[in-house]
């Protein structure tokens, strides 16, 4: 007669990959066998998140890093409200234990931690390649305090990606920064940010820039070197509010040289065609569903290769009393539907 314990090593690593961390300590609790199949898991020590402060969640999670045993592992860090554990638990012991072997750091807390917090991300990563930390206070106030230079003991040769939300960035060029190919700053919807050309300048490796604020600034010309880094752009996101993105759309020098550009919000009927501009048909054309709201218009130019991608609202598209239908303009000209040879639906 077959039992539980003639199930396939194979199987039973399958089927605690679909399971949750509790699951998991649950499944792991049948046998030995299992228990050896669990924590060995990476679902138990390579893919770890933490929403809770509790002493029963530091207690798992030291379990969990403690059986990475130095192995690079991906964090995630979540908790909203303060708790008297962060500190002591969290910022001042398990995270500092491990910080020589995390590969993606993921932090969200509230800004009231940020001297501490400051203090662990200071140590060496070696092993980082994603990080990502937001800070959060009422009505998205900057902290005055803004990310050290020094940062990661100054030095992360791995480090690609980087997700900045509500923190500020230091003046000063930030070492472990160097090999960052990908930035996102992004702020609240009542900020005006000054378009970062100082980025551009100090880190030449970034490739792929997102900017999310109320209003994106254009108050100095830009210098030899930061056009130089516009020009090395392969991708530009952009979220400001509706208002603000004619006056992106006309003042961001080199738009039409960046191969993929998206917009998120309003767009006009001017903006529109000079968003459009470097394109030339043929054209794919692709409509493409978010949520319940939202949707992408997408043209891509076929010979090139360069897109175009625009958040629009579903909302807009409506009867005024006088009739009048509000859409789009792509959708109201004649002549581009022409030059249209491919289309995608996906709504």
Same mark, same amino acid.
């Given at each position: ?82 708790? @008297?554990?962060? %500190?002591?638990?969290? #910022?001042?012991? =398990?995270? !500092? ?7 993606? +750091? ?19 990563? @070696?092993?980082? %390649?994603?990080?990502? #930390?937001?800070? =959060?206070? !009422? ?7 803004? +990310? ?7 030095s992360s040769d791995k480090l690609c990606t980087v997700s900045i939300c509500d923190v500020l960035l230091p003046n000063e060029t930030i070492p472990a920064f160097a090999n960052v190919q990908y930035l996102q700053l992004d702020y609240a919807a009542n900020t005006t940010l000054e378009f970062p050309c100082d980025v551009l300048e100090m880190y030449p490796s970034i490739g792929y820039l997102t900017l999310g604020a109320g209003v994106i600034a254009f108050s100095e010309p830009f210098s030899p070197a930061a056009l130089a880094g516009v020009s ?116």
């Amino acid at each position: 007669m077959r039992t539980i314990g003639d199930i396939p090593a194979e199987v039973i690593k399958h089927a605690f990959a679909h399971l949750d961390i509790y699951d998991l300590l649950r499944a792991a609790a049948v046998s030995q066998r299992w228990r050896d199949l669990g924590i060995e898991h990476p679902a138990f020590w390579k893919y770890i998140v933490v929403t809770s402060a509790t002493a029963g969640a530091f207690e798992i999670l030291e379990l969990r890093l403690g059986q990475g045993r130095g192995r690079p592992f991906l964090i995630t860090v979540d908790i909203s409200d303060m708790h @008297p554990l962060i %500190v002591p638990r969290l #910022l001042r012991r =398990l995270l !500092p234990a491990t910080m020589y072997c995390v590969q993606q +750091l993921h932090i969200t807390l509230d800004a009231n931690y940020l001297l501490d917090l400051w203090a662990v991300l200071n140590m060496r990563a @070696p092993e980082l %390649v994603e990080f990502c #930390l937001t800070l =959060l206070s !009422p009505d998205r106030q900057l902290p005055r305090i803004p +990310l050290m230079p020094w940062i990661f003991g100054n030095s992360s040769d791995k480090l690609c990606t980087v997700s900045i939300c509500d923190v500020l960035l230091p003046n000063e060029t930030i070492p472990a920064f160097a090999n960052v190919q990908y930035l996102q700053l992004d702020y609240a919807a009542n900020t005006t940010l000054e378009f970062p050309c100082d980025v551009l300048e100090m880190y030449p490796s970034i490739g792929y820039l997102t900017l999310g604020a109320g209003v994106i600034a254009f108050s100095e010309p830009f210098s030899p070197a930061a056009l130089a880094g516009v020009s090395r752009l392969t991708k530009l996101d952009i979220n400001v509010s509706p208002p603000a993105t004619t006056t992106f759309v006309r003042c961001m020098p080199r738009l039409s040289q960046i191969p993929v550009a998206v917009l998120t919000g309003y767009v006009d009927f001017d903006s529109m065609y000079d968003f459009l501009e470097p394109l030339r048909s043929p054209f794919h054309f692709a409509l493409m569903r978010t949520g319940t709201s939202r949707f992408w218009i997408m043209v891509r130019d076929l010979g090139t290769g360069y897109v175009r991608l625009v958040s629009d609202d579903l909302a807009t598209y409506h009867r005024d009393a006088a009739g009048i239908e509000e859409t789009n303009v792509l959708f109201e000209n004649e002549d581009f539907a022409p030059q249209i040879e491919a289309i995608t639906l996906s709504m």
